[in-house]
């Protein structure tokens, strides 16, 4: 079917798939170039994506919507515990999961616990073994992910590639997610690749700045936010966001000698927001304190993780 009423069930495929993995293994690298454009934010840091962000894919007769998920760790403070519970959230809602692993390196207890999450369930997995462009011993690792799976009864299919280097393995991928999504209505209007708000998403680009720059635990420690984004006439995209901070002490450590380091970032963020948007991007960035928010429930909520 090319046309029609394709938002009529029976027409129509669709169906939600998570795509998990250990903190750093390129889910959300896999997720943007599912979608051809950037939806996630990345970084070479471990734990970057906080909240289980859609990229939607359709075509005429399916729609995938592709749930990117936290990395799964042992949490430490109630952020860690939040983006577990978006994981553990994801997987009971999905139809279908993608387990992302790492083929430079063998499985960990960290690996371990992602498998125990998913083998029993009842629902399509595909097993993607990622960095092939720089793993060493690609098969070999990948036939240590595969043990972790053993005896697991539901359908399992299996891929090696370059999530960041090669398109047409993600894109065969994306065929064979789009093959057993099961028969159903559509989830989203055509013509959106996620379900964010354009602020959410810029909030995100801001953070993956400030995560790349930031040292030690201060990446873990930073919140981001947009609360301003209007619009000039010559098309100028006026934003302005905040960089959240836990401790008085954290803000001159953003901010940098002679406010060099937010300059970077800010710039940096600016550059990527005029990339994705085509428009020319005024951003403004301050740094505020909200004491301990890693901790309060309250303010987790107010930073958008519930
Ligand atoms: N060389 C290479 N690097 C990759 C590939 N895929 C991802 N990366 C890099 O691996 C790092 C982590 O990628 P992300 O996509 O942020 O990983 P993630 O699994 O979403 O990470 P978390 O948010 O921590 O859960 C980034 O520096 C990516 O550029 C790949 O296929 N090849």
Request: no cysteine.
């Given at each position: 079917m090319t046309s029609g009423?394709?938002?009529?069930?029976?027409?129509?495929?669709?169906?939600?798939?998570?795509?998990?993995?250990?903190?750093?293994?390129?889910?959300?690298t896999l997720m943007n170039a599912f979608l051809g454009t950037k939806v996630a934010p990345t970084s070479p840091r471990p734990q970057t994506t906080r909240r289980g962000v859609r990229g939607i894919h359709t075509t005429d007769t399916h729609q995938i919507v592709f749930v990117d998920t936290p990395g799964v760790h042992k949490p430490k403070d109630a952020l860690g515990k939040y983006m577990n519970h978006e994981v553990h959230a994801a997987l009971a809602d999905v139809d279908a999961i993608i387990w992302v692993v790492d083929l430079r390196h063998p499985p960990t207890d960290e690996d371990g616990l992602v498998a125990h999450q998913i083998r029993d369930?009842?629902?399509?997995?595909?097993?993607?073994?990622?960095?092939?462009d720089i793993a060493k011993y690609p098969d070999e690792a990948m036939k240590l992910y595969r043990a972790q799976l053993e005896g697991r009864a539901a359908e399992t299919q299996e891929l090696m590639l370059s999530a960041q280097n090669d398109p047409n393995a993600?894109?065969?991928?994306?065929?064979?997610?789009?093959?057993i999504l099961p028969e159903g209505p559509f989830f989203y209007p055509r013509g959106g690749a996620s379900d964010q708000t354009r602020e959410m998403w810029a909030a995100e680009i801001?953070?993956?700045?400030?995560?790349?720059?930031?040292?030690?635990?201060?990446?873990?420690?930073?919140?981001?936010?947009?609360?301003?984004?209007?619009?000039?006439?010559d098309g100028l995209q006026r934003i302005e966001g905040e960089i959240v901070v836990e401790k008085s002490a954290h803000k001159g450590m953003v901010i940098g000698a002679g406010g060099k380091q937010l300059k970077e970032i800010g710039q940096a963020a600016r550059k990527q927001l005029e990339v994705f948007l085509s428009r020319k991007v005024y951003l403004g960035l301050e740094v505020i304190v909200i004491p301990g928010w890693r901790e309060d429930t309250e303010a987790l909520r107010e930073l958008g993780y519930e």
């Open positions: 009423d394709a938002s009529t069930p029976g027409d129509t495929h669709s169906g939600f798939v998570a795509i998990v993995g250990k903190p750093n293994v390129g889910k959300s369930l009842p629902k399509p997995l595909f097993l993607v073994g990622n960095k092939t993600v894109a065969l991928l994306r065929q064979q997610v789009l093959d801001i953070r993956e700045e400030a995560m790349k720059k930031l040292r030690d635990e201060l990446p873990y420690a930073v919140a981001t936010r947009v609360n301003r984004w209007t619009e000039r006439e």
